[in-house]
């Protein structure tokens, strides 16, 4: 009988991608899900047929309940997810406390269970902030300096919750910790799905004038590729591997898609980050370049990313096609 995965956030839009990678490898998955109103989507969104080994458990990040029975036979886990906000909270507890308690309800139960392994999805949130001037790629040795001015509650959160996962594994070294740190996901989603990405491809799609962002990219198949590889590698354990594909804006999105829209000025993006959440959260972005190395998950997995405009194009692919109700 084949292993038993368990992801973590499976009905996410890298969670559902990395359901099916597993499946497609061979395993038995279970993923958990807040409410099992959501199951049917998943399977449909995965193309699990009734005899798919797909289940599902209810558990919460954010309560104990259900995770002893979430993690019961598992193998290993993929932990995948994550609380991820439209904009900043007042508090920014409100999102602190929920990833790093939530990563580490995730441990302990792994722990107890006897898993093989953890991967934990992290983000480049943990990496790249707080530096100043950082004319090298940032990698795996850096940093968020979450004391630094200007770093968000959700770059905090990523970076104290994998803080928090690498002292638990220090504590615990019978259990094997891996962490996978993604830059900005694009890609076509499985079924329907939100967020940045989806965002910023709906809005170039969509509108004649966007603002002259620039950000890291990563196909979310590729994501889910790497969450497999770094879970059965045996020189995986203990390491952190950072995944991007490349480094684009705005501009040149739009011009894969088609597109020529207007780049908005940084100053109206700036004027409007007071009032509007998403406009504070672009503030953040503009004229920044962050870039990274994935040379890591290139040398020791042999993982190796699809080129950045083919993401790119077939994730308009499937948002038109979603929105024009096609297949």
Request: proline share 6%; net charge negative.
């Amino acid at each position: 009988m084949s292993d038993l995965v368990l992801v973590t956030g499976g009905t996410g839009y890298l969670g559902a991608h990395v359901v099916k990678a597993a499946l497609d490898a061979g395993y038995r998955v279970r993923t958990t899900v807040r409410s099992l109103a959501r199951a049917d989507g998943l399977r449909a969104a995965v193309g699990a047929r009734s005899d798919t080994p797909l289940e599902f458990a209810l558990a919460d990040l954010q309560s104990d309940d259900g995770w002893g029975e979430a993690v019961a036979g598992v193998d290993y886990v993929l932990h995948v997810a994550s609380p991820y906000p439209a904009g900043q909270p007042r508090d920014e507890n409100e999102l602190i406390a929920p990833a790093r308690e939530g990563t580490l309800r995730v441990l302990r139960a792994a722990l107890a269970a006897g898993v093989k392994r953890v991967v934990i999805t992290s983000s480049f949130a943990a990496i790249g902030y707080g530096h100043g001037d950082h004319p090298e790629p940032y990698t795996e040795e850096d940093w968020t300096d979450v004391a630094a001015p200007g770093v968000t509650a959700y770059q905090k959160s990523k970076t104290l919750a994998e803080r928090a996962a690498w002292e638990f594994a220090a504590e615990h070294p019978e259990l094997e910790v891996v962490s996978v740190n993604p830059v900005g996901i694009f890609g076509p989603p499985l079924g329907a799905a939100d967020g940045t990405s989806v965002f910023i491809l709906r809005t170039v799609q969509r509108s004649p004038i966007v603002p002259d962002m620039k950000f890291g990219v990563v196909d979310v198949r590729d994501v889910a590729a790497l969450e497999l590889a770094a879970m059965t590698s045996a020189d995986a354990a203990g390491e952190r591997f950072l995944a991007v594909s490349g480094f684009t804006g705005m501009k040149h999105v739009a011009g894969v898609l088609g597109k020529r829209p207007l780049l908005l000025p940084d100053w109206v993006v700036r004027a409007a980050a007071p009032f509007a959440p998403m406009a504070r959260s672009l503030a953040n972005e503009i004229g920044v370049e962050k870039r990274g190395s994935s040379a890591h998950a290139g040398e020791l997995l042999g993982w190796r990313p699809r080129p950045l405009d083919e993401t790119i194009r077939d994730m308009g692919a499937a948002l038109v096609a979603a929105r024009e109700g096609q297949p």
